[in-house]
């Protein structure tokens, strides 16, 4: 008993310092790899860039880094995951203004490339300059480019809206199953896709509703729409928005319709949804499709089908960055033009079904065969590429993505699930922007 | 230095009652604090600059670590508090005063984060203590596989929150969850747990509980291993049942332990975030759509984090500090009203 | 929490000054055998602990589609040396582990140490300033850590620290938790006539620490280094912000699973497991070391 504590008290003491030194000396001869930028060279020449993303792009997975390293044995591609976007954001901007620690290519999100273009164009290098710019939908190079035309991303993939639905309930409710006439029943109007969803209700498939939840459809509406929360001088106009106001209005008629399944997009409880055929329809941008195909499992094969959206609308995409802080700009810049071409695009959406920002790529997208049939063989690439080419050039601002949260999970919840008006709602809605902006 | 390793074996011979009492003596002879008479004055003068320095030379790491790296982050929350910042313009901060206090003032947003941390402090607090220290005493038995047991209270507070947040989901969805499943079968209706006030608060105080209940009984569990066995002894002679012996031995004695886990239990419940945010998934900085379990922790990273005002987050930060601080006063005063009165 | 009871609690329980050093006869706090009902009540209580844990274990062995299905799985399938596999490479968890236990091995050595020392001071010396500083140091948990995690990382920044795993040891190495933790624990614990007797002798401050302090501070020292462990081991916001793919600790390296457009669950809980099963061990090594009475051991070597 004696020796042993005494034993062990002398372990304890040198593993205390063994630990230490070790934990700091590790941290220093990191040194080499630790550091992205700087880093890199391990004395061959070879130059490692690094790849900072929040994990969506599936470029390792459809081989696009494996390829280019093969095109350019000199380079060494590393991606820098943070899957949590709202720790991803933070980080980078963390990482921009403290100048260090910034990955030489910087994914960037919709939702934020606003704030990066309006607060943080100067730690971008400006890419407009290096490629051509006819590649892109003119909307995409929009929402990057700064007012005085420094555009500091290039565009990675869109989300062009359709409407994905489940041809098994429609026939059971009575409803036309042919995705053309579907498309016309609801074409240029949400409200009227509303309406298809109150005949739906009339003669629903037990346990079943039309669509998975109000936001979802007020998401899809002011995907499609010009004017949103801001003007073009960024002032706030969010209360006197048309699009908006059309938006709503469309969710609302879902929310206090019984036809929403109430549920909130990517809980768990709304892969379930899918599992159990819970809700007959959903707007789908071409992202989308792969995860319906893998929640709602073998039983909805065949079953699910997509029609044209009510309007052409975006729902989600990202931009490639370049950090000025990055020690290899020139490579950095070749790396991120070369993963933005259509050809590598075209690859991307053959793998997950992103859809390109490259009008070139259109032509020669071929879905996954599994991903066709799964869909009735619908034509996938045309639905997605019409409502591409078609979505307007929208206005966007710096608190874009708090305002709509605002909107669909407090004002629009409110009315879906705790059964308030809509009056309630907007004004609950309101009143939470106001907090957002700190008005 | 022989000398002192005997003074150290004094008081635990194998035997006897005697050593007992050995200490004591030696504290009359030698005085408290003062050094046995040195063979030379060099070393009594050192041994004298050693009672002197050595307690600041054991705080000094704490404190040195901290300033450089706790200290100063906190610093400049205090200064952004006092500014209009973004998360996103940290260079373009423009000085604001007090402003961003006073807005917080006359937020209903703000008030009703307080109330709900308070609320949800109280359900979620208490009875996690209070389970706490019955599990402590339990685990003090003689038990089979005791580190088993101990092991098995802790893996909450390890399990992932990937993992926790997923499994409590499931738990309390509104349709089909194994809670309303359950409760159906005595005939009461499916709760919206997510958006009902009281639901919501007694989900997330629910798991708050799970997450910290082990973690509390290990910490009372350690106080309890240093009570000297022989007050249970002859608590027992004098015929005090079990119950008896917990309630004026055992918890007299974890008196500190217990002042310990209710001051880090307020400090916790009152930064309360991680929690409520994994319950509300998506988007679950709001804490719900009427913030019905919105608390300040979540409202300021809502605020921070999700929105980027950086400045009114910051002062959320502090306004929390201040709150603690006036709970703390009115505590001292209430004592001190107390033991007057006594 | 008052001022009056955290300063002046040595005169709280006089009792205790006479009878303190008869324990180390009596060992350990351990009172009875447990009864049938105690085992009953443990049992409930580890079920409701263990159930999360096991079920991420059941959704490790299925697969991403079986996860959305309803009712969720209740009993392991195929998959899980697959998913644990694909987890371990995606992730690239060799690094991450290695880095993890540096991380956190380092921060619960410092917390563990510096905080005895310092609560040793705290409980039993007398210096000028104490209460006040003591008071300082609670109160600087009262202000959440979240958001100083954005000037930390300017900080460190400066220090060209950026990615190492020095930003993540060194702002968590001392701890307000602990040191408040093992001054609690202490002022009860340890009888002041112990350090006395070491002092009459002429023994040094390190000496009482070394012999006195530390053993009758092991059963706090033991639960205080689990729980600090865990802490650091689980710790993600700061890490996550100060440390990028290339050199990760565990908590990082998980975020990288899971990516593309459909995550897949059962990967993600697979890596979920992976991560645990560290501090599993780390449990059975420190959950030994909470017993009371080690000092009749120490005091006679």
Known sequence: MRTSTRRSHRLMALAAVAALTTGVLAGCSSDSDGTSSNASDSGKGKTTLTVGTFGVFGYKQAGLYDAYMKLHPNITIKEDVTTRTDVYWPKVLTRLQAGAGTDDIQAIEVGNITEAVQTQADKFVDLGKDVDKSQWLPWKNAQATTKDGKQIGLGTDTGPMAICYRKDLFKKAGLPTDRTQLANLWKGDWAKYADVGKDYMKKAPKGTKFVDSASSVYNAAIGGESQRYYDKDGNVIWDKSTGVKAAWNAAMTVATSNMSAKLKQFDPTWDQGFANASFATVACPAWMMGYIQEKAGDSGKGNWDVAAAPTAANWGGSFLGVPTASKHQAEAVALAKWLTAPEQQEKVFAKQASFPSTPAAYPNLKPAAATTAYFSNAPITQIFSDSAKTIPVQTFGIKDQPIGTAITDVGILQVEQKGKTPAQGWSAATKEIKDVLGQ | ?342 | MTTSELTAPQDAVPVREVRAPRRRVMGAGKQMHAGPLTYVVLVVFALVSLAPLVWTAIAASRNNQRLAETPPPLWFGANLFKNLQTAWDQAGMGTAMFNSTIVAGSITIGTVLFSTLAGFAFAKLKFRFSSTLLLLTIGTMMIPPQLAVVPLYLWMADLHWSNHLQTVILPTLVSAFGTFFMRQYLVQALPTELIEAARVDGASSLRVVWHVVFPAARPAMAVLGLLTFVMAWNDFLWPIIALNQQNPTVQVALNSLGTGYIPDQSVIMAGALLGTLPLLIAFLLFGKQIVGGIMQGAVKG
């Open chain 2, 1 to 342: 230095m022989s000398s002192s390793k005997q003074a150290l074996a004094h008081p635990a011979p194998g035997s006897g009652a005697a050593p007992g009492d050995k200490p004591g003596a030696a504290r009359g002879a030698g005085g408290r604090g003062t050094p046995a008479p040195g063979p030379s004055s060099w070393r009594s003068r050192l041994y004298r600059w050693d009672m002197k320095a050595a307690p600041y030379a054991f705080i000094s790491p704490f404190f040195i670590i901290f300033g450089a790296f706790g200290l100063i982050p906190l610093l400049y929350t205090g200064w952004y508090s006092l500014h209009n910042v973004q998360l996103s313009s940290l260079d373009h901060k423009s000085w604001a005063g007090l402003d961003n206090y006073r807005n917080l003032l006359s937020s209903d947003f703000f008030w009703n984060a307080l109330k709900n941390t308070f609320t949800i402090g109280l359900i979620s607090t208490v009875p996690q203590l209070l389970m706490a220290i019955g599990i402590a005493h339990l685990l003090n038995y003689r038990l089979r596989g005791s580190t088993v047991w101990r092991v098995v209270m802790l893996t909450p507070y390890a399990t992932s929150v990937a993992a926790a947040t997923l499994v409590f989901t499931l738990l309390y969805s509104w349709d089909g969850g194994m809670v309303n499943w359950l409760l159906g079968f005595v005939g009461v209706d499916p709760v919206n747990w997510r958006e009902s006030t009281w639901g919501s608060q007694f989900a997330v105080s629910s798991i708050v509980i799970w997450r910290w209940t082990g973690y509390n009984a290990l910490i009372y569990l350690a106080a309890m291993q240093a009570i000297p066995g022989d007050l249970y002894e002859s608590a027992a002679i004098d015929g005090a049942n079990r119950w008896q012996q917990f309630r004026h031995v055992t918890i007299p004695q974890l008196r500190p332990t217990i002042l310990f886990t209710v001051v880090i239990s307020t400090i916790g419940a009152t930064q309360l975030f991680g929690e409520p945010l994994l319950f509300g998934g998506v988007s679950g900085s709001k804490g719900g759509s009427e913030h019905q379990y919105q608390t300040l922790g979540l409202y300021m990273y809502d605020q921070g984090w999700i929105i980027g005002n950086l400045g009114k987050a910051s002062a959320i930060a502090w306004s929390m500090f201040l709150i603690l601080l006036i709970v703390a006063a009115i505590n001292l005063l209430f004592t001190r009203r107390l033991r007057k009165s006594q």
